[in-house]
């Protein structure tokens, strides 16, 4: 079974920055799309980032577009979350996910086919 735990959150001030990762056990994923999520208090879950199988492509939620990277280490069974440039309103729990569809691209991850989520790690930005 696949388990998926994520660390790296912690309390930063606004413009700095944080390195999520999700370390991925169990079996491999190599082949499953990942994706970051995140929920704010009283707010619906949304997805952040998501990256293919195999690294080519990625997607991002507007609002964090050209301040978060994601990238993942097959090799390692880790998934990574560069956060930079934070502001309060990414305060939020962040959880990371795979995908249930075998070699497929970050589609998978916003269309909500999710098979294994990991228990997440709060971010709180102070401003």
């Known amino acids: 079974q696949v388990q998926l735990v994520e660390s790296g959150g912690g309390l930063v001030q606004a413009g700095g920055s944080l390195r999520l990762s999700c370390v991925i056990s169990g079996r491999t994923v190599n082949q499953y799309p990942m994706g970051w999520f995140r929920q704010a208090p009283g707010k619906d879950r949304e997805i952040v980032a998501a990256?293919?199988?195999?690294?080519?492509?990625?997607y991002y939620l507007d609002s964090v577009k050209g301040r978060f990277t994601i990238s993942r280490e097959n090799a390692k069974n880790l998934v990574y979350l560069q956060m930079s440039s934070l502001k309060s309103e990414d305060t939020a729990v962040y959880y990371c996910a795979a995908s249930n569809v075998a070699y497929g691209n970050t589609r998978s991850i916003v269309d909500g086919g999710i098979s294994v989520w990991g228990k997440g790690t709060l971010v709180t930005v102070s401003s």
């Open positions: 990256i293919s199988w195999n690294g080519a492509t990625t």
